[in-house]
């Protein structure tokens, strides 16, 4: 059927074959456009599906987009959420929404999240991100209809590296064993992902003969050519008694010239010249109003930029990053620093690191790429967190020292299961990475933003935990970690470039807190401030303490330095590299000497600030009169998509309110 009049059954619109394939180069334009206006998103992966994309939204499913909750539509689960445009793009051309909206693609307020959100924009079905879930989801959906005599059909848009998620296998065996055939999985078999090709990464073949062990109904074929599309698509909604997957064999950014079969372009957007290039490939050019589209977004990133300006506390003057003619500061990424270490640290033959296909984007593979030698001691297991985690305590078992990461979010929970039972209960040396950890992971969104990682790794018996403040200390926690801590450890860094504030004559003792006091406007910001061992620290009489981990001690710093210039109010900061062990006895001397305590991160409000209260309390800090407490955290929220200063500002996490918070603590 299609696109259907839910009320009357009719066909709303039809199309033909040759016009599917129209259509498909105009989406694929649109696709792009909405990546260009964002400057990031998978060029890759939405181009290779857009021809399956086409064929269900306006042609196979049967759904409504003026009643998107109707309860007989076919489902559509987007398992491979990264590939998000394309579903966007899908549902403005079945005109569930106007489809020059597609502009404000990743930008923060929109409905168009970096992964897809169901309660945010009516016709996506669920939330998905993670990997090797939306099959499982897609089952549930099935078995219902079942079980209610319903007689929709569900679809699963899946990836061919999602394939290598154990959780994938789970759901296959299931849907084979209940015989699922209202139930297709379209797999998007691209060959590449993010770290290579898949034969090279962690093959995946025979896919169909893998399928078929588990009961499935295998149709092979040209995911480009949409004759082959339609018909597989309408012969597995007819196809009885067992469910059936669709290998789409599709090139990875098709259409484009210089975008098709290249990894590199995976998790990447075409600038404005590229954008022409491509859309002059398409045959689209002059069919989309590119031009209007791009001042479309840019006149919604106003508005935003307008919001946030009006939400951030206000002072005597603007105190942002680089804002001044002084105070002037570097920025680096904190994950620069773990790769840094990798690279100085690796030559000791014990160390393996595992690549889980993120591997260039959280450093982990500068272990190898300037010491080619090592590459046989790097072990890529692909898209699977919870087998590669079980695989280090292995080799951590055998006297080595494995090195696992990927996105906070996965290394922290994905897996939790193997790190508290296998890793930990264990005893095994393994350093676990949780990368691109807090809402600056920017647009992304939710999925990608990992904000529980202290709760989660902070619980585990034996677990050691620290998040460096910038890059340089990064690579010391890094360096110390690996080599001089035995057990289980994890090291929280972030994507975006922040703030250097330690050179690498700054102290750093694992274990051990700093304290950092502001010493007057400098030209340097580093040079503003003096860094010593906490324990080694005597009290100035200072009004009040900031207790911060990770880049939000920069903004400590910042907030000091308002408060400073704004108030003539002085400061104590600590920096709290390591949150277990915690350095308790200069938290609670902290709350002793100012009395005034706000604790500052870009985590679930409590992941610090929790430990810090207690170590108050059980230290005797709070004296006889109490301390006047207060925290700085994301306030029980998941993320969302938009640019990484933006979402500090939005999230409520920059200096400007911490130092507001300070002042409403201080009266």
């Known amino acids: 059927m299609a696109l259907t009049d839910s009320k009357t059954g009719k066909i709303r619109k039809t199309y033909t074959v040759e016009q599917l394939e129209e259509q498909a180069r105009l989406m694929r ?115 219902r209809a079942k079980m209610d005599g319903k007689n929709f059909h569900v679809f699963s848009i899946n990836g061919d590296g999602e394939q290598q998620e154990g959780q994938i296998w789970e759901a296959a065996m299931e849907a084979g064993h209940f015989k699922l055939d209202n139930l297709t999985s379209i797999i998007d078999v691209n060959r590449l992902q993010i770290d290579g090709w898949v034969k090279d990464v962690m093959s995946i073949e025979p896919i169909g003969a893998k399928y078929e062990s588990f009961g499935w109904h295998v149709i092979d074929i040209d995911g480009h050519d949409m004759k082959q599309v339609v ?108 790769g840094r270490a990798l690279e100085k640290h690796g030559g000791d033959k014990r160390v393996i690191c595992l690549g889980m296909d993120i591997s260039d ?44 990461g990927t996105y906070g979010v996965f290394s922290s929970g994905r897996n939790l299961d193997q790190v508290r039972t296998t890793v930990a209960y264990g005893g095994f040396d393994v350093l676990i990475a949780g990368a691109h950890g807090g809402v600056s992971v920017g647009p992304d969104g939710a999925t990608h933003q990992a904000l529980e990682e202290l709760f989660a790794m902070g619980g585990i018996p034996g677990m050691n935990v620290s998040v460096p403040c910038d890059s340089v200390e990064t690579l010391k926690a890094t360096a110390h970690l690996l080599f001089n801590e035995s057990g289980p450890k994890f090291v929280r860094f972030a994507r975006a470039a922040t703030p250097i504030i330690t050179r690498e004559d700054t102290p750093f003792i694992y274990g051990k807190a700093n304290v950092i006091r502001f010493r007057g406007e400098r030209d340097n910001f580093l040079d503003a401030f003096d860094t010593v061992l906490a324990s080694e620290y005597r009290g100035e009489n200072e009004d009040l303490s900031i207790i911060a981990c990770g880049p939000m001690v920069p903004e400590a710093m910042r907030a000091a330095w308002i408060l400073k210039n704004d108030f003539n109010l ?35 409000v409590g992941g610090l600030g929790n430990l810090v209260a ?51 603590l201080l009266g």
């Open 231 to 338: 018909d597989a698509l309408e012969q597995a909604k007819q196809h009885t008694g067992s469910p059936t997957v669709i290998l789409a064999r599709t090139v990875k950014g098709k259409g484009v010239s210089f975008m098709e079969d290249v990894a590199g372009w995976h998790g990447k957007a075409p600038n404005y010249d590229e954008l022409k290039k491509a859309l002059t490939e398409l045959e689209v050019i002059d069919r989309i109003e590119y031009d209007n589209l791009l001042k479309q977004a840019e006149n919604y990133q106003v508005s935003v930029d307008e919001k946030l300006t009006a939400k951030q506390p206000k002072f005597s003057r603007d105190y942002w990053w680089n804002n001044q003619e002084n105070m002037k500061v570097e920025m680096d990424p904190t994950r620069m620093g773990f």
């Open 29 to 143: 334009g649109y696709n792009l456009v909405s990546l260009s206006a964002a400057g990031s998103g998978h060029s890759g992966g939405t181009l290779s599906i857009m021809d399956v994309t086409t064929a269900l939204y306006l042609h196979i499913a049967n759904h409504d987009p003026e009643n998107p909750d109707w309860d007989d539509r076919d489902r559509i689960i987007w398992s491979a959420g990264h590939k998000a445009p394309a579903l966007y793009v899908g549902l403005g051309f079945a005109e569930y929404f106007d489809k020059d909206d597609l502009v404000t693609l990743r930008r923060l307020g929109s409905p168009f999240q970096g992964h897809p959100h169901w309660q945010k924009l009516p016709g996506v079905e669920v939330s998905t991100g993670s990997l090797g879930q939306g099959l499982s989801i897609a089952i549930g959906m099935a078995i």
């Open 614 to 664: 207690a170590a108050i309390l059980e230290g005797g800090g709070a004296g006889s009169k109490g301390v006047r407490f207060g925290m700085i955290g994301v306030q029980d929220r998941f993320g969302e998509s938009g640019a990484p200063w933006e979402l500090i500002k939005e999230f409520e996490v920059s200096a400007e309110h911490i130092a507001k918070k300070a002042k409403e």
């Open 570 to 604: 002085e400061t104590r900061i600590l920096n709290v590299h390591t949150i277990k062990p915690l350095d308790k006895e200069v938290i609670a001397r902290a709350a002793s000497d100012t009395g005034v305590i706000v604790t500052a991160e870009e985590h679930q």
């Open 361 to 404: 984007s959280i450093t982990i593979d500068q272990f190898y790429k300037n010491n080619p030698e090592r590459k046989d001691r790097f072990i890529s297991v692909g898209i699977a967190e919870q087998s590669g985690t079980a695989l280090a305590a292995g080799l951590a078992k055998e006297g080595k020292l494995p090195v696992i």
